[in-house]
């Protein structure tokens, strides 16, 4: 199943438009759920636009991630807007289609790139105990603010000029000095986009809709 839906936040007086993926044969069961928050070259509303990069390019079409039994839930980010500044209304969306999707609350995941890897650290420092795992990538936030359990890998380009690769590393930094579990891949001689290795040609999708909420 994939649908191209819209919702209405509370706390916003614009509409979220969203895409959805469940995979065939698993209807009734409980499933993890990963929500993807796209970069900023996405932003809009259209499925064909969101479907560049990440979870909506690779879930719904004939790729090796369709074998896994998850969820898929990535919003889209209005133009000039960015997803700092609508947490709640984003976790609103994430209560709403797991409630409709029966999705198992312990076993819901995040991840983004570039605005959305900013938008993912942004999830975690608000919501700190929600998340069953994380994977920012290229991105970053305010370090200072950051203080969570949930395991996160990280992952950055060290040749990045949109996004300093510092960014990352305070951020992973200020998670593990507060007790936390976190680690940072760099990518040697890759500039921004570091995604699409990531996605393709790591474990990240399987590590997040396996791990499960502690």
């Not at 809009?44 to 990069?53: C, F, M, P, Q, Y």
């Not at 995040?110 to 929600?130: D, H, V």
């Not at 007790?179 to 996605?199: D, F, I, R, S």
Request: glycine share 10%; aromatic share 10%.
């Amino acid at each position: 199943m994939k649908r191209f839906c819209h919702f209405q936040p509370t706390t916003t007086d614009f509409s979220l438009p969203y895409l959805i993926t469940r995979p065939e044969g698993h209807d009734t069961e409980s499933l993890p759920m990963i929500v993807f928050l796209h970069g900023a070259g996405e932003r809009g509303d259209g499925e064909a636009r969101l479907s560049v990069h990440g979870i909506p390019l690779y879930f719904g079409q004939n790729d090796r991630h369709m074998d896994l039994p998850v969820v898929t839930l990535s919003p889209q980010c209005p133009e000039g807007e960015i997803w700092s500044n609508f947490p709640a209304a984003i976790m609103e969306l994430i209560l709403a289609v797991a409630k409709e999707q029966n999705v198992d609350m312990s076993r819901i995941s995040i991840t983004g790139i570039s605005m959305g890897g900013f938008g993912t650290w942004s999830m975690l420092a608000r919501y700190p105990g929600f998340f069953s795992a994380a994977a920012p990538i290229c991105g970053g936030g305010v370090s200072w603010y950051i203080d969570t359990k949930t395991p996160i890998r990280a992952f950055h380009g060290d040749a990045d000029t949109s996004v300093p690769l510092v960014y990352s590393q305070l951020m992973v930094d200020a998670v593990n000095a507060h007790g936390g579990n976190a680690t940072l891949t760099v990518y040697p001689n890759c500039g921004h986009n570091c995604w699409t290795e990531t996605y393709e040609k790591t474990d990240i999708m399987p590590w997040l809709a396996g791990a499960v909420r502690v």
